[in-house]
């Protein structure tokens, strides 16, 4: 074939566009299950440091064996469902259905004879989606620690959430009222006068990110309070009004 004719440039082309497609296409299903294990690994990290545990990857399947006791998905009343596996819930996936249709993970870890209860979190930022977990000391108000992440915020502004100075702010933050003993969450606050407060229920909010604030408020509310009817149930030191 003349290799300076339409025919074999096209057909070259096309040959060319096909062991490039493949190529990408098996490197892509050979790396899947690696993808995977880090995304795991991860989450694994996300869901420790919220206790205070910083891993490194490698090690996060043993530490997350050591440290965290229970893993339980719970409905909208508070039951549990043993027939779903709370780590594989997809959160992006269950806020899609009915909250009556969807499941809650929830993580029990144990550091020091001290127990603690790890949520998820999803909502949404400005641009995108916001997520993370935090983390309950026993007596289902205090924060232990709280870590965020997020698809498309604003660099220097709203994605700050992931910075760990603004992570530090919701330690020892309370989720409850102290007068009224009603769950509140944790308000992001533009304007917070607090200082280091840790009674009111609020704290500072990132300059200039007053929308993905108000983010990361109603993702703690929204989320929290289908946790409310278990975590009211449990045998621990609740510092709440029955």
């Not at 990408?24 to 899947?32: D, M, N």
Request: no cysteine; net charge negative; hydrophobic share 40%.
């Amino acid at each position: 074939m003349n290799r300076d004719s339409n025919a074999y440039t096209f057909i070259f082309a096309t040959v060319m566009v096909i062991v490039v497609a493949a190529s990408l296409a098996i490197a892509a299903t050979s790396l899947k299950p690696m993808q995977n294990e880090n995304v795991r690994k991860e989450k694994m990290q996300n869901i420790l440091s919220t206790i205070g545990v910083e891993v490194e990857r490698e090690q996060a399947g043993e530490e997350f064996n050591k440290y965290i006791k229970e893993q339980i998905s719970l409905t909208a009343d508070g039951s549990i469902d043993e027939s779903v596996n709370a780590f594989n819930i997809d959160l992006a996936k269950e806020l899609k259905k009915p909250v009556e249709e969807q499941r809650f993970p929830l993580y029990k870890a144990e550091i020091e004879g001290k127990q603690y209860f790890i949520i998820p979190l999803r909502g949404a930022g400005l641009w995108d989606a916001i997520w993370g977990y935090i983390s309950l000391e026993d007596d289902i108000n205090t924060i232990k620690g709280a870590v965020f992440d997020h698809k498309g915020e604003t660099p220097g502004l709203g994605a700050e959430i992931t910075q760990s100075w603004f992570e530090k702010r919701f330690e020892e933050e309370k989720i409850f009222d102290p007068e009224s003993g009603e769950f509140v969450g944790v308000t992001v606050m533009k304007g917070y006068s607090g200082g280091n407060n840790k009674d009111d229920n609020a704290i500072d909010a990132i300059s200039g990110a007053t929308i993905t604030g108000d983010g990361v408020t109603d993702m703690i509310y929204n989320r929290l309070q289908y946790y409310m009817p278990y975590l009211k149930q449990q045998n621990v030191k609740v510092a709440l009004n029955n």
